[in-house]
Structures are given as structure tokens and as C-alpha cells.
């Protein structure tokens, strides 16, 4: 194992006085389902979800970023995707079966890399450029294993953007706050550069933190997980200003990036926004924030963060 990491610089273009990688995992995330399995194949109440998404954000000028799990690929029904990348979002690789990449053999993760480029190749046309790992892992200079970086350079990713930052839970709300500076990008030794997601997810706020009801949430999971909610259903794990509270730390964290020309890579889920906040408030709340300083907040994709990025010389 290799543990040197080597330093990036983060270039932000001419007259962009920050920047914010915001990047949807498009899934049926594993923690809301019944059987507790994570995939692709995504319910039509999310699928319009989505499309919302996408809807706000083209009212801004701004394009979104999906990583998709690429087994809901072999679905009959993929048009919400042409849509979306019709539209000029984005769409890029999240495996074909939401494995993580860094605890599985580099054998397995060869093929699920393989299989999910080539589904997103033909079906809509895409090469997948950066890879986003599943579920996540800490410290990828330790936990991410050399021959696993080297089927991720070898399966077309110079970028990888898999590591997320466990201290969230333990740390107090400035800390998450100064998301876009703990967190920085940085490259292995074989050359792939990771884009850690910074602070917290979306996952993490509505549904782990220690203030979140476990136990109603398992019992939801079981008797109605993956099922569309009635309009007015609020997610009974959590407390009655867990979404005020998302809204303004993410608001927070960008005003931190804005003040200190960051470049700021949060990491969220239509299914949690659906579940969580079904008036899409955050997206809005977030691009309308950005939209109103008086220097240029760019909201971009991870595509767009990778290109601001190279290994510094040493
Ligand atoms: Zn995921």
C-alpha cells in the first residue's frame, strides 16, 4: 500500500470567485429500501423529482451533475435519462451495481466499472469520465487500494471522487461549514486525482445523524421504503427543522467558499430531496444564494471541478 499522497492545484477560472461541484448520486439509496438493496432502477415519483431538479437549475443557466447506478440502465423505461442528458446535464459513472470500490477485489470492480461504461455508452451516448465511488470511504490514501486505483485509471477515470469526510459526525456546524477547505482534492501516486465530497450529505444530515429516530426509520424502510409518499408526508425520523437546518449550513458553507475563493464539493440525493424537502426549497435556496453575490459564484458539475485541477509539481 501506497500511503504518499501527492498535492493538487485547484485553478478557478478567470472572473469565478468561487466555485460549487454540486453533484446528485441518482439511486434508490440502500438505506430506504425494504431489503435494503441500492439500485438504479428509480420510481417514476423520483424520475419527475429529478426532472424538477433539472428544471430549477435551467432556470439559473446551471447544469446538473448525476452519477448514476448504471443497472437501472437494462430497465424498459429509460427516458427520463435521455432527458436529462438532451437537456445538457450530466451524467457519469456510480458503478453498475453500487459496490464500493475500496473493500471490493480489484476483479469485481474491473467488471462493474466495464459494465457500467458500456451500458451508459449505449444507451445514452455517454463516456464516463469521473467516477464516483459508492457508500463512500475515509482517508482513500490508506483505504483505497493500489490495484483498485489502477482499475480505475485503466477503466478511463483520471478522477475519482469516492472519499467523504466521516469527521462530520463528530465535529461541531463550523466545521461543516469550512467544508470546501478541510476536504481538498488531492492525487494518488499512480496519478488519479481524488475530489473528496466535502461536509455533509444529504444522506448523512437527514438520516444519521445521532438527533435522527433510527428505529422509525427502519420501520418506515420495512413497510413503505421505495414507495412514492403522499403529498404533505413528512419523514417522521426526523425533526420538525431538519430542513431549515440543511438549507442554512449548505447557505453557510457557501458563503465560507465565496469568502475564502474555494472551490466547494457537496454531494447530495433526489431521493433524499424527495423524501426530505418534496417543494425542492434547497436547490432554489441554494442557486438564488449563489445567484446573488455580487462576484461570480460558479455552480458547476464535478466534470467542471476536474478540470480546474492538476497535480502541483514538487
Ligand atoms: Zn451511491
Not at 19 to 33: F, I, N, P, Q, R
Not at 145 to 158: D, I, Q, S, T, Y
Not at 226 to 249: F, N
Not at 290 to 304: G, I, N, P, Q
Request: aromatic share 10%; with cysteine; glycine share 6%.
Amino acid at each position: 500500500m501506497d500511503y504518499k499522497r501527492l498535492p493538487v492545484k485547484v485553478q478557478l477560472p478567470e472572473g469565478v470567485r468561487c466555485a460549487v461541484a454540486l453533484s446528485y448520486d441518482l439511486e434508490m439509496c440502500g438505506g430506504y429500501a425494504p431489503d435494503g438493496v441500492n439500485h438504479g432502477r428509480i420510481i417514476p415519483a423520483v424520475q419527475e423529482y429529478t426532472l424538477r431538479l433539472c428544471e430549477t437549475a435551467e432556470r439559473f443557466g446551471v447544469r446538473l451533475h448525476f452519477f448514476y447506478v448504471c443497472n437501472g440502465l437494462e430497465e424498459p423505461d429509460i427516458r427520463y435519462l435521455q432527458e436529462i442528458v438532451r437537456r445538457g446535464h450530466v451524467i457519469d459513472n456510480h458503478t453498475y451495481s453500487h459496490r464500493p470500490v475500496a473493500v471490493n477485489s480489484p476483479e469485481f470492480m474491473d467488471h462493474e466499472l466495464w459494465r457500467a461504461n458500456r451500458l451508459l455508452k449505449d444507451c445514452l451516448g455517454v463516456t464516463s469520465t469521473v467516477l464516483r465511488g459508492p457508500v463512500g470511504y475515509s482517508h482513500g490514501w490508506l483505504n483505497l487500494p493500489h490495484a483498485n486505483r489502477m482499475v480505475v485509471l485503466r477503466n478511463g477515470f483520471k478522477w475519482i471522487t469516492g472519499e467523504y469526510d466521516e469527521d462530520a459526525f463528530t465535529r461541531d456546524r463550523d466545521y461543516a461549514v469550512r467544508a470546501a477547505e478541510n476536504h481538498r482534492p488531492y492525487a494518488y501516486p499512480e496519478g488519479l486525482i481524488e475530489i473528496p465530497i466535502q461536509g455533509w450529505t444529504d444522506r448523512m444530515w437527514f438520516d444519521m445523524r445521532p438527533e435522527v429516530n433510527q428505529a422509525v426509520l427502519d420501520e418506515w424502510r420495512r413497510k413503505r421504503g421505495h414507495q412514492p409518499v403522499p403529498k404533505g408526508w413528512r419523514a417522521p425520523w426526523t425533526d420538525e427543522g431538519a430542513l431549515d437546518g440543511w438549507i442554512a449550513l449548505n447557505l453557510d458553507a457557501l458563503d465560507y467558499a465565496y469568502e475564502n475563493r474555494l472551490l466547494w464539493v457537496p454531494c447530495w440525493h433526489p431521493i433524499s430531496h424527495y423524501l426530505h424537502d418534496p417543494e425542492n426549497r434547497m436547490l432554489t435556496a441554494l442557486l438564488e444564494h449563489a445567484a446573488s453575490k455580487k462576484e461570480r459564484v460558479w455552480v458547476c458539475t464535478v466534470r467542471d471541478a476536474a478540470a480546474m485541477t492538476s497535480i502541483a509539481k514538487q
